[in-house]
C-alpha cells in the first residue's frame, strides 16, 4: 500500500525548494518567499512545535489564535495555493465530486477533496468558521465539521455591517474566547493579546501605505504583488506578515525615489472587480509585457481596514474585531448589500486612475455575478469605460485554457479599449 500524500507537508518543502532557488537567482526578491514559509511552515509545524493547529475560515480574527499561541490554517487558502498546479487541484475537485454537486465553487470543492481524501493527514485541534462568505461555504463547512470530528466553534456573521452587526460579532467573539481558553487549557493571556493587535495595526497601516504607493503613476509595484497581499485574511497579526509589508512598502518608495515603474512603459491601468484568477496568475505578467497593462488594485482586494483603537479597552477589542472582519476582503464588497459593492468599485476607479476595467468572474461567485451589470453600468455612467466581462474559473484551469483567457483579452485590449484611445 502506498504512503499517504501528506498535502501540507508537500506545500511546506515547495517553499523550501523556491527559498533555495531564489536565494541563488534572486536574493533581493526572497521576502517574497519568506512570508510564504511562515505561513505554511507554522502550519506544517504546529504539532511539532507543541502548539494547536486550528482550521478557519473568514471572519474569524486571526489575531485571537495567535494570541492563544495556536496556528489559524485558513481552509480557503490551500485551493488558492493549488490552483496553479492544475494536477493536484482537479485531483481534489474530482475527488470532491462524489459527495457535492459539480456546480459547486472549485474553492470549496478542493476544500473537501483535501479533506476527504485524507491528504490533510495531520488532524487539526479544533474548526472555527462562520456563515460567510457564501452559500457554498455554508453547505459544505457543516460536512468538513463531521468529517474531522474535533471541537468546532461557528460564528453567525451578520449581514448588516453596522454597530449593531459589530456588537453580534463581538458578543460572539466573547463566546469564541471561551471556547479557545477550554481547548487550550489556559486563559487568554491579554498582554500577549496586546502585542499580537499592535502587530496586527502596524501591519495594517502598512499595508494602507502600500496601497496609497499604487495610486502613483506609473504604478511602482507589480501586479501580482496583490495576490501575495491576501495572505493578511489568514496571518494578520503575525510578524511574517509585517516584515513582509515593511520590505513591500521599501521596495515601492525605492522605485519610486529612482523614477521606476512595475512595467517600462505603463500604459494601461487595470482593474479586477472580482476574485484573482489565482489558476493562471501568469496572465498579469503577459498582460504587463505585452500591453504595458499593470493590474493596479482589484476590488475585493482593496481596504483600508480598521485598526484596534484601544487594544487595553476590552469591550471595544471584541468591537473592533467585528469592524474588522466585516471589513475584510472579500466580505466587505461580496457580502452584501450591493450599494457597498459598488462603493468599492467606484472608490478603486477614482483613486487609482483606473482606465481599464475587467470583471474577471469567478464562476462559483454565483451571488457577485448577480451584480456585474450594476458594476458595468456604474463604470460606463461615471467613467466612460467599457467593462470586459469575462467568466473563469479561478481554481480549476481546466475551464477555461491559457491561449482562451489571452484571446479574450486580447480581443477586448485591441478593439476595445485600442479603438477607444485612437478615438
Not at 517574497?32 to 474569524?60: P, T
Not at 459589530?166 to 496586546?194: H, I
Amino acid at each position: 500500500m502506498s504512503e499517504q500524500f501528506d498535502l501540507i507537508k508537500y506545500l511546506n518543502d515547495s517553499v523550501d525548494s523556491l527559498l533555495d532557488y531564489m536565494k541563488k537567482k534572486s536574493p533581493e526578491r526572497l521576502w517574497m518567499f519568506e512570508v510564504q514559509k511562515s505561513q505554511w511552515g507554522d502550519i506544517y509545524n504546529a504539532h511539532r512545535d507543541g502548539k494547536k493547529l486550528i482550521y478557519v475560515g473568514a471572519c474569524v480574527p486571526p489575531e485571537l489564535i495567535f494570541a492563544f499561541d495556536c496556528v489559524p490554517c485558513l481552509l480557503d487558502a490551500i485551493p488558492t495555493r493549488l490552483a496553479s498546479q492544475p494536477e493536484l487541484s482537479s485531483k481534489y475537485i474530482d475527488f470532491a465530486e462524489q459527495f457535492v454537486p459539480s456546480t459547486m465553487c472549485a474553492i470549496d470543492k478542493v476544500d473537501v477533496g483535501t479533506v476527504f481524501s485524507g491528504d490533510m493527514v495531520e488532524k487539526p485541534d479544533a474548526f472555527i468558521y462562520t456563515s460567510y462568505p457564501c452559500d457554498n461555504s455554508r453547505a459544505i463547512y457543516p460536512a468538513i465539521e463531521k468529517k474531522l470530528g474535533v471541537p468546532t466553534f461557528v460564528i453567525d456573521a451578520p449581514f448588516r455591517k453596522d454597530d449593531r452587526g459589530y456588537r453580534y460579532l463581538a458578543d460572539q467573539y466573547k463566546d469564541l474566547v471561551v471556547f479557545l481558553e477550554e481547548l487550550t487549557g489556559k486563559k487568554l493571556d491579554w498582554d500577549r493579546f496586546e502585542e499580537v493587535m499592535d502587530i496586527s495595526n502596524k501591519t495594517n497601516i502598512l499595508m494602507d501605505k502600500v496601497s496609497t504607493l499604487r495610486k502613483r503613476v506609473p504604478c511602482p509595484l507589480p501586479s501580482r504583488l496583490l495576490v501575495l497581499n491576501e495572505l493578511q485574511l489568514q496571518m494578520i497579526g503575525h510578524p511574517g506578515l509585517l516584515k513582509f509589508f515593511e520590505n513591500q512598502y521599501e521596495v515601492g518608495m525605492s522605485n519610486i525615489e529612482n523614477g521606476i515603474g512595475a512595467v517600462p512603459d505603463e500604459k494601461y491601468r487595470v482593474t479586477w472587480l472580482q476574485n484573482m484568477l489565482w489558476s493562471n496568475a501568469g496572465i498579469m505578467d503577459w498582460m504587463e509585457k505585452k500591453y504595458g497593462a499593470v493590474l493596479i488594485m482589484d476590488a475585493f482586494g482593496y481596504q483600508k481596514a480598521p485598526l484596534f483603537e484601544d487594544p487595553k479597552d476590552r469591550e471595544r477589542v471584541f468591537m473592533d474585531c467585528g469592524r474588522k472582519a466585516l471589513a475584510s476582503p472579500m466580505i466587505h464588497g461580496a457580502s452584501g448589500p450591493a450599494e457597498i459593492y459598488l462603493d468599492l468599485v467606484d472608490q478603486v476607479m477614482d483613486e487609482y486612475s483606473i482606465n481599464v476595467a475587467m470583471f474577471v468572474g469567478h464562476v462559483g461567485c454565483k451571488h457577485t455575478w448577480a451584480s456585474a451589470k450594476m458594476v458595468k453600468d456604474t463604470i460606463a455612467e461615471k467613467y466612460d469605460l467599457p467593462t470586459l466581462t469575462m467568466d473563469i474559473d479561478a481554481c480549476d484551469a481546466r475551464y477555461k485554457s491559457t491561449e482562451e483567457i489571452r484571446e479574450i483579452i486580447s480581443e477586448y485590449m485591441e478593439s476595445v479599449v485600442g479603438a477607444k484611445a485612437l478615438n
